[in-house]
């Protein structure tokens, strides 16, 4: 039995790029962990640095991934030539079954020991035990350990039947099959060659009509020998890179291109940067082998065109890296990752550029056509484009947009300036129209974006196209919120108008699937009435949108108003607050979002003085009184006070609570429950000396009263019950 360091490498044509990270990380973590389940390997440690590590034998075994263009691959560092035996203590059948009344074995006994490859010598060796209420005879053998061949030619049909494939090929093999040119075989791209290597050792397993063996091929144009032998399995990424000019490590040649990409921009000088996008960088990294990155540039009169069109097209298109000047704009220059490092550079820069020219020339063509027509002429298009076969075109559902935002301009201060709801209501009426020019055509992305260019063409205002371009955000979690409060409203109204028609239809998201995004919508309200400090109730802005549907829904307010609490609350989870602290404040439902934050730091702090866990069992007991008690007066007459405590209570709360409702209405939530909490002496005296559900009815129902009371008090900034223990 040995322990040397294993390597497996699958090398094949193409990889998907989008799914080349994945592909590699799920090859090594199958293997690896099914390689354990064998006994071959212990205590795994996944390499996150992309190099090949040695680990001391007591660590473990570290497990490291590679994957380039064409290959998979995985190191495993201890791995044993052979599992250790390991001891089994096999359960047959009752006592009952396995022998009869003279304790001789069975027939059935018999034929299962013949089963295990044991004789009738055996049974003198069996032990009883009891297994539940009867006793049953168990076998004790020793199951001699996996092979690394065995082991490994387990884990390697696992990984391959278990990877997460976007689209399988099949294909026909050639040898080592039933059918030569006949029998197919599926998988991702067409298998060339697989590498096993324990050691310097060639492990013989097979997988898609391949034979292991210790040879690969390097770069497709620039490898020094064809094919790359490799001496053991340590060798692997060191020879790779020497002989085969391939840097596998996907991590490592990721991280090589983002320093050549600094390095080139700071060539180019000027304080210019590459643009900064990690899923453009993963997928460039999956589209080379041995990264090259060339300075290449466009013709300036392309800046005339808004930048986010030529961004969008070399990245989308080309997979380029646009350089961007100190102050975030556009300039002619981009950088190129060459998949080749030839000695003349010019033909790979030149081919580049002109392949980049005729994409810009289109950006720029769509730009000049769409500016030929106005935004507002476009609307009457907008009934031909269908949007829901329940609610009708986007032309309807632009009235509705226009509709709702109108209602919530006259829920705010602004709404006695006629030019703000005239912008309002532009805005609302146009941001839709980019739908149907060129450029969005062509690049959905810039939907928004490039309404705001044509409205400024347009002379409509900066507030109104600043709004039409940033109607669409937030647009994911941590995306700024519209510019101004024209842009505010017409988002709110835009993502209401998808949440109330959605809901309204019945339309709503189940388990992942969400093809409407109302999640997103849902949190996106969230954070505009959050942090846009609106003075507008949630239930008030549902309200008005409502009628904006006629008959086309039915009413979804309750249902619609529980999922966007429910998106808040797990949200402000997601932020550090406890289940306890979110329950406590989302119990009263506040309808000014934006007060959530200052209710949650007041029960925050609440919650950490000492008084607070009797005071929130009190409150939690009064309210189990008051729900029991039905409908409730909040009324005292001290002439009914019959105990001391009583009397204490109410004066310490003629006291405090107009002092605390006071701070409640200034907006100092923390100083209000603060105040409150100096009543934990005279409510736990109360409960202890004074009977709340007297038998004379008059004194019950003041005692009840003036727990009411409290109860509204107590209760203002939050649930405090929901603190209770």
């Not at 069996?126 to 049953?136: F, I, N």
């Not at 005279?682 to 409960?687: E, K, N, S």
Request: glycine fraction near 8%.
């Amino acid at each position: 039995m040995t322990t040397q360091n294993l390597l497996i490498e699958l090398f094949v044509e193409e990889l998907p790029p989008k799914a080349l990270q994945k592909l590699g990380a799920e090859f090594s973590r199958v293997i690896a962990e099914q390689l354990a389940l064998a006994g071959l390997t212990s205590n795994l440690i996944y390499d996150k640095a992309g190099i090949a590590q040695k680990a001391p034998q007591a660590q473990g075994s570290v497990v490291t991934q590679f994957a380039s263009p064409r290959r998979l691959g995985a190191h495993i560092t201890n791995v044993l030539s052979q599992a250790v035996d390991k001891a089994v203590q096999q359960k047959l059948m009752p006592v009952t079954v396995g022998l009869d009344a003279d304790g001789n074995a069975t027939p059935a006994l018999l034929k299962k020991l013949q089963a295990l490859g044991a004789g009738p010598e055996a049974v003198a060796q069996l032990k009883r035990a009891p297994d539940g209420k009867a006793e049953a005879l168990f076998y004790d053998s020793i199951v001699k350990g996996a092979s690394l061949a065995d082991g490994l030619q387990k884990a390697l049909s696992e990984a391959i039947a278990k990877l997460p494939i976007p689209k399988v090929m099949s294909y026909q093999l050639e040898t080592d099959c039933e059918l030569p040119g006949w029998s197919s075989v599926n998988f991702v791209r067409p298998a060339h060659s697989l590498i096993a290597l324990h050691g310097s050792t060639v492990v013989p397993v097979k997988a898609l009509g391949l034979t292991a063996g210790n040879s690969t091929q390097g770069h497709r144009f620039e490898a020094k020998v064809s094919p790359v032998v490799l001496a053991n399995a340590d060798v692997y990424a060191e020879t790779l890179a020497k002989d085969g000019a391939v840097i596998a490590s996907f991590t490592e040649r990721r991280a090589e291109i983002a320093r050549q990409l600094e390095a080139a921009a700071a060539k180019v000088g000027g304080g210019v940067k590459a643009i900064e996008d990690a899923a453009l960088l993963d997928e460039v990294t999956a589209l080379v082998e041995r990264p090259n990155v060339l300075v290449c540039e466009f013709e300036k009169q392309f800046l005339d065109v808004p930048q986010e069109c030529l961004i969008l097209t070399m990245k989308a298109n080309q997979k380029y890296f646009p350089l961007l000047d100190a102050g975030g704009k556009l300039t002619n220059k981009f950088l190129v990752v060459s998949n080749i490092t030839p000695d003349d550079a010019s033909a790979v820069t030149g081919g580049n550029e002109r392949v980049v020219r005729p994409r810009l020339a289109d950006a720029k063509f769509f730009f000049d056509q769409d500016r030929k027509k106005t935004l507002a002429s476009r609307v009457d298009g907008l009934a031909k484009v269908v949007y829901h076969n329940k609610l009708g075109t986007q032309g309807e559902r632009t009235d509705r947009v226009r509709a709702i935002a109108k209602g919530i301009a006259a829920l705010l201060p602004q709404a006695k300036d006629a030019a703000f709801v005239q912008a309002v209501d532009t805005a609302a009426q146009l941001a839709k129209t980019d739908l149907l020019t060129d450029m969005v055509g062509e690049f959905p992305e810039l939907q928004g974006i490039m309404g705001g260019y044509y409205a400024r063409h347009d002379g409509l205002g900066e507030d109104v196209a600043q709004a039409i371009e940033d109607h669409y955000k937030p647009r994911f979690a941590g995306d700024e919120l519209p510019r101004n409060t024209v842009g505010v409203v017409v988002a709110l109204a835009d993502k209401l108008e998808t949440l109330v028609g959605m809901f309204g239809i019945g339309n709503l998201p189940t388990g992942d699937k969400d093809p409407f995004a109302l999640r997103r919508h849902a949190l996106g309200v969230v954070r505009m009435l959050s942090e846009a400090n609106l003075d507008v109730g949630l239930d008030a802005l549902i309200a008005q949108a409502i009628p904006a549907f006629g008959d086309k829904i039915t009413d979804p307010a309750a249902a619609l108003s529980s999922f966007v609490y429910d998106r808040l609350s797990g949200g402000l989870r997601e932020q550090g607050y406890s289940a306890q602290e979110v329950e406590a404040v989302l119990a009263l439902r506040p309808q000014r979002l934006s007060d959530v934050a200052k209710r949650l730091t007041a029960v925050r702090a609440f919650a950490a003085l000492p008084e607070a866990s009797a005071l929130a069992a009190a409150n939690k007991r009064i309210g189990n009184v008051l729900k029991k008690a039905g409908e409730v007066d909040a009324h005292v007459n001290t002439a009914l006070f019959k105990e001391d405590a009583e009397q204490a209570l109410y004066t310490v709360m003629q006291k405090l609570l107009p002092e605390s409702e006071a701070q409640f209405n200034a907006g100092d939530y923390t100083a209000s429950l603060q105040t409150l909490a100096t009543l934990r002496s005279p409510v736990d005296a109360f409960f202890d000396d004074v009977m709340v559900n007297a038998e004379e009815m008059d004194l019950r129902l003041n005692r009840q009263g003036m727990l009411k009371k409290l109860h509204e008090a107590m209760n203002r900034v939050a649930d405090l019950s929901a603190l209770a223990s």
